[in-house]
């Protein structure tokens, strides 16, 4: 299969913005986890949802929320422009936010399972022996959750591969810019004669995307038997 210099930019677009929405989305997306799995404080049930509202809510309804916020007129957007001149609606920067915030979801899921399954036993054991709670936290738990933390990361990717509705509301399908692979996809099929292309680029998507759930689903596997190792 070969492709052409402009699917080439296509998928390294799509890489660049999904490689930028796990890394901005990642600590984020731990904080949270770690927060709804190891404490209890009013409002943790609407924390919960909140975090996981992108999952039900249309994607294009996300969009339409994150051009109101961050759009140039936006309340975040308009300070974010004055205060730093950063501009992200219609920008491949608007695309890996709209990707982050879709796989954020996701990505809270596999970290908070991954920190519920830490034997709390053995943090309690550190802090009788005198270690501090942020000691504790960065030689028991944080390590015991690392390969949590590397699944989530992994679906986190495939999602932000994926991701369509929110893009396309937030930052539009602008060639060289915008169009990552679900909308090149779908300029594609608009385009007569375009088969081949649409082809090739579905076909990456599929071995992309599958690459990355076979790296969680290994990962999760593995973090289970370390699991079972130290206990």
Same mark, same amino acid.
């Not at 369509?164 to 169009?179: C, H, L």
């Not at 289970?224 to 190792?229: D, K, L, M, Y």
């Given at each position: 299969?070969? +492709?052409?210099?402009?699917?080439?930019?296509?998928?390294?677009?799509?890489?660049?913005?999904?490689?930028?929405?796990?890394?901005?989305?990642?600590?984020?997306?731990?904080?949270?986890?770690?927060?709804?799995?190891?404490?209890?404080?009013?409002?943790?049930?609407?924390?919960?949802?909140?975090?996981?509202?992108?999952?039900?809510?249309?994607?294009?309804?996300?969009?339409? +929320?994150?051009?109101?916020?961050?759009?140039?007129?936006?309340?975040?957007?308009?300070?974010?422009? *004055?205060?730093?001149?950063?501009?992200?609606?219609?920008?491949?920067?608007?695309?890996?936010?709209?990707?982050?915030?879709?796989?954020?979801?996701?990505?809270?899921?596999?970290?908070?399972?991954?920190?519920?399954?830490?034997?709390?036993?053995?943090?309690? &054991?550190?802090?009788?022996?005198?270690?501090?709670?942020?000691?504790?936290?960065?030689?028991?738990?944080?390590? +015991?959750?690392?390969?949590?933390?590397?699944?989530?990361?992994?679906?986190?990717?495939?999602?932000?591969?994926?991701?369509?509705?929110?893009?396309?509301?937030?930052? &539009?399908?602008?060639?060289?810019?915008?169009?990552?692979?679900? +909308?090149?996809?779908?300029?594609?099929? *608009?385009?007569?004669?375009?088969?081949? &292309?649409?082809?090739?680029?579905?076909?990456?998507?599929?071995?992309?995307?599958?690459?990355?759930?076979?790296?969680?689903?290994?990962?999760?596997?593995?973090? *289970?038997?370390?699991?079972?190792?130290?206990?």
């Amino acid at each position: 299969m070969i +492709l052409s210099p402009a699917e080439w930019a296509i998928i390294g677009l799509s890489l660049k913005v999904s490689f930028l929405a796990v890394l901005v989305t990642l600590p984020i997306a731990y904080g949270f986890a770690w927060l709804i799995a190891r404490r209890r404080f009013p409002g943790r049930m609407l924390l919960d949802a909140a975090i996981h509202l992108p999952l039900v809510l249309p994607p294009v309804v996300t969009g339409w +929320l994150l051009l109101v916020l961050l759009g140039r007129n936006g309340p975040i957007g308009g300070w974010l422009e *004055q205060t730093f001149g950063v501009v992200l609606v219609f920008r491949w920067t608007g695309a890996a936010v709209a990707a982050a915030v879709m796989a954020l979801p996701l990505m809270v899921r596999a970290m908070r399972l991954s920190i519920e399954a830490v034997d709390r036993r053995l943090v309690g &054991a550190a802090r009788t022996l005198g270690a501090s709670p942020l000691h504790a936290f960065l030689t028991i738990t944080l390590p +015991l959750s690392v390969p949590g933390i590397a699944a989530g990361a992994m679906l986190g990717f495939a999602r932000s591969l994926g991701e369509f509705g929110a893009t396309i509301t937030f930052a &539009a399908n602008i060639e060289g810019e915008t169009r990552t692979l679900p +909308l090149a996809i779908y300029s594609g099929l *608009q385009t007569p004669g375009s088969q081949g &292309a649409v082809t090739r680029l579905a076909i990456i998507s599929i071995i992309l995307s599958l690459g990355a759930l076979m790296m969680s689903e290994w990962l999760v596997r593995r973090s *289970q038997g370390s699991r079972a190792h130290v206990l």
